[in-house]
């Protein structure tokens, strides 16, 4: 008679971690490299003001974004070639077009510092004509310290 053997195997209680981490990797690459693609825009030098961010029930859409640049010119962050200059009644259509799609998408205006008051207003203007009921600003966040050294 054959003795049998009654040795059980040890279960291998060890995570095999390497193929996490070589994804993980991976990932990190992707956002590395796309994550400057997505800061997209005109470029604006934008006032500083104490503001609030945006209230969580309008952060779950996409804003939709009028910059106004130093010579007055518009641009919009839906459509064609977003870097491009539109006109006022370029500007009324596309709004218009995505408010009757989407009516809770929060519209912000984003002027340069140096841009005239008129082309920000007319602007704002265009906006209302293309049934935005509320329209906020963009800003840069103010500092702090050197208002203190103002008083």
């Known amino acids: 008679m054959i003795p049998t053997l009654n040795r059980r195997r040890r279960l291998m209680a060890e995570i095999n971690v390497v193929p996490y981490i070589d994804v993980m990797l991976v990932l ?3 956002f590395m490299v796309t994550a400057p693609l997505l800061t997209q825009g005109i470029k604006v030098d934008l ?6 961010p945006l209230p969580e029930d309008l952060r779950e859409h996409q804003p939709l974004v009028l910059s106004v640049d130093a010579q007055g010119r518009f641009y919009l962050n839906i459509g064609g070639d977003e870097d491009a200059p539109i006109d006022a009644d370029t500007v009324v259509e596309r709004v218009s077009a995505v408010l009757r799609r989407e009516p809770n998408t929060p519209v912000l205006v984003k002027a340069d510092r140096n841009v005239p008051y008129g082309s920000v207003v007319e602007g704002m203007s265009l906006l209302q004509e293309s049934g935005a009921a509320k329209v906020g600003f963009v800003t840069d966040p103010r500092d702090n310290s050197a208002r203190r050294g103002r008083r």
């Open 28 to 30: 990190l690459i992707i």
């Open 47 to 52: 006032p500083k003001a104490g503001a609030e």
